[in-house]
């Protein structure tokens, strides 16, 4: 806007705005089981998938609490009884709960390393700058910038926090924000900064 009044490009002139948005997936994570003794010695404890079936993720609330996905029932061979006694325990059906099953004894179950992903990602980082020229060369710049303007959590679900089994009490559980998503961080909670800025 040339030749506006000095007053006047004092109030609307110098005005810079920018924007940044980020959205992405998930982190991915790969479905383990709770008896892992009931087929290996040793992990990897991974479940098998049953074809046909669907299971869902995504963040919701159970029971009042936040999950990514809702456990299927322990993949557990029944107790042995005296019937049992001397018959080998690799031999019984395996048991399937939803999409999942128990892999047969000494083999690693089908489910693929990271096939699943955990909440996404969404923040907004904001600045507005605002430059009030002094003389000719000197300038006040004024600047507010918002980290995570619209304040949405990066909810935190990983391997780390040992709740990718999928039959177990307490699996699929969210129970804070990423590991990284605390204040000053770059993927934090919302914070604004104030500043003031002197050219010459």
């Not at 605002?130 to 710049?141: G, H, M, S």
Request: glycine share 14%.
């Amino acid at each position: 806007m040339n030749g506006l009044s000095r007053p006047m490009d004092f109030l609307i002139g110098g005005w810079q705005v920018a924007n940044t948005l980020t959205w992405g997936s998930g982190l991915p994570w790969t479905a383990t089981i709770g008896e892992c003794g009931q087929i290996a010695d040793a992990g990897p404890c991974r479940p098998n998938i049953v074809p046909g079936q669907s299971f869902s993720t995504g963040p919701r609330r159970i029971n009042g609490v936040w999950s990514d996905f809702t456990p299927v029932a322990p993949l557990s061979l029944p107790t042995p009884t005296p019937a049992m006694i001397g018959t080998n325990g690799c031999n019984a059906v395996r048991p399937v709960s939803g999409y999942f099953a128990l892999p047969s004894c000494g083999q690693i179950g089908n489910a693929g390393f990271d096939t699943f992903f955990g909440p996404s990602a969404f923040f907004d980082d904001f600045s507005l700058v605002k430059a009030f020229p002094i003389k000719e060369r000197l300038t006040a710049e004024f600047r507010f910038d918002a980290y995570n303007f619209f304040n949405h959590p990066v909810l935190g679900f990983n391997s780390n926090q040992g709740n990718t089994c999928i039959d177990c009490t307490g699996g699929g559980q969210i129970t804070d924000i990423e590991g990284d998503a605390s204040p000053g961080s770059p993927n934090g909670m919302r914070q604004l900064q104030f500043g003031l800025r002197i050219v010459f």
